[in-house]
């Protein structure tokens, strides 16, 4: 059954595998930096029938494999965009907080020092990875706004972002092992394989889809 989102302010009508489509898309146009709204107005125009259809499959990753926990704790990291996007409306705090964030990826440069990461690659990662988490609440706040008697009830935000930092934690312990994986063989196909079985098994709408390719960043283009 097709479901109606509400994505920056317009009604988007989900269609079945829609998320599929929408990162193979996004990963066919090499991902990477853009603008929220590029993002929202591809989901529109996906979802309006605009674009050609995409074929898309998603093989299942091995449970053992670095690349596949890595996007299954970033989409767990993802997730939970949805509820610090309910604490800051009932809060009214700002998406975007600059010295938190910068804060942020400092302590994770200084943290990842332990497992002998590159500095600039965590910080990238990381970057896009929050970059990610502020899609989500952009356009849930979007929503709220228009329908707060949908709105639930918040949870504490400093305990929300106790399960970030946990997450962090976890995603440094195997980022090396997932980077290593990604630089034997395509990048970008192994990437899209991992994101579009985790996007299914997620069951994730086309919005947290779009997020989970955003969370990727410019991986594949990093030497």
């Given at each position: 059954?097709?479901?109606?989102?509400?994505?920056?302010?317009?009604?988007?009508?989900?269609?079945?595998?829609?998320?599929?489509?929408?990162?193979?898309?996004?990963?066919?146009?090499?991902?990477?930096?853009?603008?929220?709204?590029?993002?929202?107005?591809?989901?529109?125009?996906?979802?309006?029938?605009?674009?050609?259809?995409?074929?898309?499959?998603?093989?299942?990753?091995?449970?053992?494999?670095?690349?596949?926990?890595?996007?299954?704790?970033?989409?767990?990291?993802?997730?939970?965009?949805?509820?610090?996007?309910?604490?800051k409306f009932h809060t009214g705090k700002a998406v975007e907080d600059p010295q938190r964030?910068?804060?942020?990826?400092?302590?994770?440069?200084?943290?990842?020092?332990?497992?002998?990461?590159?500095?600039?690659?965590?910080?990238?990662?990381?970057?896009?990875?929050?970059?990610?988490?502020?899609?989500?609440?952009?356009?849930?706040?979007?929503?709220?706004a228009m329908t707060p008697d949908l709105v639930g009830p918040a949870d504490d935000l400093?305990?929300?972002?106790?399960?970030?930092?946990?997450?962090?934690?976890?995603?440094?312990?195997?980022?090396?092992?997932?980077?290593?994986?990604?630089?034997?063989?395509?990048?970008?196909?192994?990437?899209?394989?991992?994101?579009?079985?985790?996007?299914?098994?997620?069951?994730?709408?086309?919005l947290h889809s779009m997020a989970l390719v955003r969370a990727f960043g410019d991986i594949?283009?990093?030497?």
């Open positions: 059954m097709d479901r109606v989102n509400v994505i920056g302010g317009r009604q988007i009508v989900t269609k079945s595998r829609l998320s599929r489509v929408l990162l193979t898309m996004l990963i066919g146009l090499g991902g990477g930096h853009r603008a929220l709204a590029d993002s929202t107005d591809a989901a529109t125009s996906a979802a309006s029938g605009s674009s050609p259809p995409v074929s898309s499959s998603a093989r299942p990753v091995s449970s053992n494999s670095g690349l596949a926990n890595l996007v299954r704790l970033s989409s767990e990291r993802l997730t939970l965009a949805d509820a610090v996007a309910v604490s964030i910068q804060q942020q990826l400092q302590a994770l440069v200084e943290e990842s020092k332990q497992y002998a990461l590159e500095p600039q690659k965590v910080k990238a990662f990381f970057s896009a990875q929050i970059e990610a988490n502020q899609l989500v609440q952009y356009n849930l706040l979007d929503t709220y400093e305990t929300i972002r106790q399960d970030i930092t946990r997450i962090n934690q976890q995603i440094l312990s195997i980022f090396g092992a997932a980077e290593a994986e990604l630089k034997q063989g395509d990048c970008a196909v192994k990437l899209h394989e991992a994101i579009a079985f985790q996007a299914n098994d997620s069951d994730f709408d086309d594949c283009r990093q030497p």
